[in-house]
């Protein structure tokens, strides 16, 4: 009886302890990608529905415990959150922006890849989440070196 008794704790043990070191894992990958992604960007892009173009610059910075966004463009100013997620069922990586403009709610959904200089390099398609287009936005985020 205290055999079994043993082994069932055991194995117990090992199941959250398992669980545990791979919770840990993702999370630390997760804020490395976070950090990453922290920094100030100079924005080109694309309207949605559209084909006229804008330019602006993006503050991506972290905030209790959670990433925003500050987007400033034709001298208008939005903030917005941003997260890490999974697509393709898990098996991608992405950054999702979600912000509101003019009472719309907009949802970009963004990879991303170190530049040259090991700083991150990002592209975007930018969408209303929910509205089907044939003409999504786009954005493509380079660092800004000249941001204070």
């Excluded at 199941?15 to 990453?36: G, H, I, K, P, Q």
């Excluded at 972290?62 to 069922?89: C, F, W, Y």
């Excluded at 009472?103 to 592209?123: F, G, Q």
């Amino acid at each position: 009886m205290k055999g079994a008794c043993f082994y069932s704790f055991i194995k117990a043990f090992s199941v959250v302890f398992v669980c545990l070191v791979v919770s840990m894992a993702v999370s630390a990958e997760m804020d490395f990608s976070s950090r990453f992604l922290l920094g100030d960007y100079v924005l080109i892009g694309k309207a949605l529905d559209s084909d006229s173009t804008y330019y602006g610059k993006v503050h991506i910075y972290a905030q209790d415990g959670s990433i925003k966004v500050k987007r400033i463009i034709k001298g208008g100013e939005i903030t917005g959150t941003a997260s890490i997620e999974t697509a393709l069922g898990g098996d991608a990586k992405v950054l999702r922006i979600r912000f509101i403009e003019n009472n719309i709610k907009y949802e970009e959904t963004c990879l991303w890849l170190s530049d040259l200089d090991s700083y991150a390099r990002i592209t975007c398609f930018l969408y209303r989440p929910g509205v089907k287009t044939d003409n999504p936005g786009l954005e493509a985020l380079f660092h800004d070196y000249n941001a204070n």
